[in-house]
């Protein structure tokens, strides 16, 4: 509960510090005195919400991002694995993936319209390459770093390819592909909203658009509260999801004030004292013979 108190704490002293320099109109380095002020982005909140297009704009923008970012999931992931686990694959995908990888999605806004007869369409496309990559690079690394003892189990106990695929690579590599997903739900909404203010009709980036152009900015701030409350609420769903499927791993427990510590399964004990129980045994030993040596060399000198 403390942990919930200082997060809530944190916001509130964020926002007051807000309110505090746009009120204040601080010009220091930084000019405050254009920004509006939390009431003011409340109010236009408040009024924005009761109407029907804000929410008409976050139907919109969602349906966009959960399209793409599933496209993406799926491909990422199957290229991936693909790329991982076969040299031709890899030789073939690989220097195209390699070349295409560093161009920012938000550059291929011409390229879309150009191909898709629709801007619906061509901002999927922008959403879906944009978390493509961060999908398929790190379930690249995640699979190429697991242990091949497990694979070799699996193969030894009479397993195919499938069946190494479904015991060992995908299971062994959630972790890593959960951890691409988790930032490419966030790379998405950064392209949608682009894409939506170049090239979209609805959608909260559009309409963020449309306040700055009319200068209304606490607007245009309504727009940005309400990308950051979604994609905090999209990636942390990408995140439980993620803790779900991989329960089964070992996880670390957070100790407040404390370094964190993981439970030790008590079986790890037993080979522990039977380990010490063998040094006991090992050092009594070498003491008996010792004492034995002992006593063979004084009969020895007893009969010289």
Not at 46 to 73: E, H
Not at 85 to 107: C, F, H, N, Q, T
Not at 112 to 127: C, D, K, R, Y
Request: charge should be neutral.
């Amino acid at each position: 509960m403390s942990r919930y108190v200082l997060r809530v704490a944190s916001l509130a002293a964020a926002l007051g510090l807000w309110q505090l320099l746009t009120s204040l109109k601080v010009n220091l380095w930084l000019r405050f005195s254009q920004f509006p002020t939390v009431t003011d982005v409340a109010r236009a909140f408040a009024d924005r919400v009761s109407g029907g297009d804000y929410w008409t704009d976050l139907t919109d923008s969602l349906t966009r991002i959960l399209t793409g970012f599933a496209l993406a999931a799926v491909l990422g992931v199957a290229t991936g694995v693909l790329v991982a686990r076969s040299r031709l694959a890899e030789d073939l995908l690989g220097p195209v993936l390699e070349v295409l990888r560093p161009i920012p999605a938000i550059a291929l806004v011409p390229v879309a319209i150009l191909l898709f007869p629709s801007n619906e369409q061509g901002i999927v496309f922008i959403t879906c390459t944009a978390a493509f990559f961060p999908v398929m690079v790190s379930t690249r690394h995640a699979v190429r770093a697991l242990t091949p003892v497990w694979e070799e189990a699996v193969r030894t106990m009479g397993g195919g390819r499938w069946r190494i695929l479904g015991s060992v690579v995908l299971p062994g590599a959630l972790p890593g592909i959960f951890g691409g997903l988790s930032v490419g739900i966030g790379v998405s909404w950064i392209c949608v909203i682009s894409a939506e203010m170049i090239s979209g009709q609805y959608g909260v980036g559009y309409r963020t658009w449309q306040d700055y152009t009319i200068v209304n900015y606490p607007g245009v701030f309504v727009g940005m509260v309400t990308i950051g409350v979604l994609g905090w609420i999209t990636s942390t769903a990408v995140e439980l999801l993620g803790r779900w499927l991989t329960r089964w791993l070992p996880r670390t427990s957070y100790v407040p004030g404390g370094r964190p510590r993981t439970a030790v399964p008590a079986v790890v004990a037993a080979p522990v004292a039977v380990q010490a129980d063998g040094e006991s045994q090992q050092q009594s030993d070498a003491q008996q013979q010792g004492r034995g040596d002992t006593g063979q060399e004084a009969r020895d000198e007893h009969f010289v």
